[in-house]
Nanobody
Framework: VQLQASGGGLVQTGGSLRLSCTAS?????????MGWFRQAPGKERSFVAY?????????YYDDSVKGRFTVSRDNAKNTVYLQMNNLKPEDTAVYSC??????????????????WGQGTQVTVSS
């Protein structure tokens, strides 16, 4: 499955962005659990958010984004979203989406994912 992330950009502190990650091909997209990760300059990649497959009934977030970010999915559009509100300068990073078929036991661990999209840059100015 091929993943394409988009929606990044430059925003001021307190602003919002919505990232999209669209899967292409005959993916059976709804079968995949999806994760968002980010990598800031000079830092390792870190977990941001996770959504289960099918209806996405369960979501998980890193503590640093809990209450500000929301992950959702639209299986009809083969797309997962990351709504980011009240952005802070420390949210500046390249954001990437990832997918794998369940079980994804350690959803916060990037090595659990088989498919990755290219990143999209998010820059939050102070």
């Amino acid at each position: 499955v091929q993943l394409q992330a988009s929606g990044g950009g430059l925003v001021q502190t307190g602003g919002s962005l919505r990232l999209s990650c669209t899967a292409s091909g005959r993916t059976g997209f709804s079968n995949y659990a999806m994760g968002w990760f980010r990598q800031a300059p000079g830092k390792e990649r870190s977990f941001v958010a996770y959504i289960t497959n099918y209806s996405g009934s369960s979501t998980y977030y890193d503590d640093s984004v809990k209450g500000r970010f929301t992950v959702s999915r639209d299986n009809a559009k083969n797309t997962v979203y990351l709504q980011m509100n009240n952005l802070k300068p420390e949210d500046t990073a390249v954001y990437s989406c990832a997918a794998n078929l369940p079980p994804v036991r350690n959803w916060y661990d990037g090595s659990e994912y088989l498919y990755w999209g290219q990143g999209t840059q998010v820059t939050v100015s102070s």
